[in-house]
Structure formats: structure tokens, C-alpha cells
């Protein structure tokens, strides 16, 4: 597979994710505009993200860290988590087990 063959779906404003799903995990790719805030959260799947373009301030467990092209983060489950996008477009591949079913409700493609 190759990423440009992969459709891409509106989740939020500012944000288009593409999947790769299997049996017990799945690989999302995120295209996300700047500025763009996600929420601290939790969640019981354990996730690794690896930023693969742009700039994002993370707040790991009350921890901000300034990520960028190359960085890979690794969230246990329950760990909470939330990400500020910085001045650019940014691009993030997070691997979740097990899969994150809540993604997989059919959503408005773009």
C-alpha cells in the first residue's frame, strides 16, 4: 500500500486521517492544519506516534515537549495526552493496539 492510494476522511475540522486497519491494530495517518488543538485525553489503547512532517507541542502526564519531523512518542494506555499544532501543517502516523474501533464509523470522505 501506499499512502497516496488511501482515502482520506474528514474527522474535525482541520484534520484528515487515513487507516490501515488489521485484526488487533491499526496505523493512522493524520494531515493536520496549524493551530489546530486536541484535548488532553485517555484512552485504553496503547499508541505510538511518529511525526513525519511539522512542529507540535505535546503535554504528555502535565509534560510539554516541542516535537518534530523524526520524533517518536510512545503512550501507554491511560497515559493522558494532548497536542497543539505549531505554525506549519502537520503530518502524524499513530499506531494504536488494540484497534481503535470508535475510528472505524463511516465519516465524510474529502
Known amino acids: 500500500m501506499n499512502w497516496d492510494t488511501i482515502p482520506a476522511e474528514r474527522v474535525a475540522e482541520g484534520i484528515d486521517r487515513q487507516m490501515v486497519v488489521g485484526e488487533k491494530l491499526m496505523i493512522c495517518r ?56 505549531l505554525d506549519e501543517v502537520v503530518v502524524l502516523v499513530d499506531v494504536f493496539t488494540p484497534r481503535r474501533e470508535d475510528f472505524l464509523a463511516p465519516k465524510q470522505s474529502v
Open 30 to 85: 493524520l494531515t493536520i492544519q496549524p493551530r489546530v488543538v486536541t484535548a488532553v485525553h485517555t484512552h485504553e489503547h496503547e499508541q505510538v506516534t511518529m511525526v513525519e512532517r511539522g512542529r507540535v507541542l505535546y503535554i504528555v502526564d502535565g509534560v510539554e515537549r516541542v516535537c518534530a519531523a523524526g520524533d517518536v512518542l510512545h503512550f501507554p494506555p491511560h497515559l493522558p495526552h494532548g497536542a497543539t499544532m
